[in-house]
């Protein structure tokens, strides 16, 4: 082992703030130390574009002449809630019962985070699927990308198809979390239905 490697330590700690704009932000270190630069280059390497404030963090870090700085993300979860709802539009059984809901793969179509909410669409599937910024949060992201590949737990909202939970691509893809869409027979066959069809069981 090089020197290197040996610098090499894995610590934990809160994200005190992150800039997309940026390009960076800091975690608070747990060990007490100085806090940790978070490069969005290492971010992406996790499968990432944001990661939301207070959010709980393991990181591989390593010294440098401007300070610590994480080289490798191990592990994100979102900041700790009180319990309820982000959101009116999901109620408290939601929450609870999120494991219990397909893990789909999708790409954001767009979101601004400055009016609060976007949309995204499962991949195969062409229904537009909201995101508000408060489901994003709860989830761990501040903020998500044109064109970003995310993963969603999707339910009926009472305006219509709306993410429950957003998590990044690769959880998506782990054949354990996934349960696929079924492939369309006729024209008619939508992510609604597929949605409402699951609900009713």
């Known amino acids: 082992m090089n020197t290197q490697e040996e610098d090499v330590i894995t610590v934990s ?4 703030w992150f800039d997309q704009s940026k390009g960076y932000g800091f975690i608070v270190n747990n060990t007490g130390g100085t806090d940790i630069l978070l490069h969005a280059n290492v971010l992406r390497n996790f499968g990432r574009s944001s ?21 490798e993300i191990v592990e994100i979860t979102p900041p700790e809630g009180d319990g309820t709802p ?25 979101f601004d985070k400055a009016k609060g909410f976007g949309f995204a669409n499962i991949f195969g599937h062409s229904d537009d699927v909201f995101v508000h910024i408060e489901v994003l949060r709860h989830s761990g992201f501040s903020d998500l990308l044109l064109g970003e ?6 339910v009926e909202g009472p305006r219509g198809l709306m993410a429950a939970q957003v998590t990044s691509w690769d959880k998506a893809l782990q054949p354990a ?25």
């Open 149 to 154: 590949a995310i993963g969603l737990r999707v």
């Open 86 to 110: 982000p959101i009116e539009d999901l109620d408290a059984d939601i929450i609870a019962q999120l494991d219990s809901l397909p893990l789909q793969p999708a790409r954001v179509k767009w």
């Open 177 to 201: 979390n996934v349960e696929v869409f079924p492939q369309r027979t006729k024209p008619s066959d939508s992510l609604r239905d597929w949605v409402l069809s699951r609900a009713a069981e």
């Open 13 to 16: 700690g809160l994200v005190k």
């Open 51 to 71: 990661v939301a404030d207070q959010s709980r963090i393991v990181v591989r870090i390593q010294s440098t002449e401007r300070g610590l700085q994480a080289i």
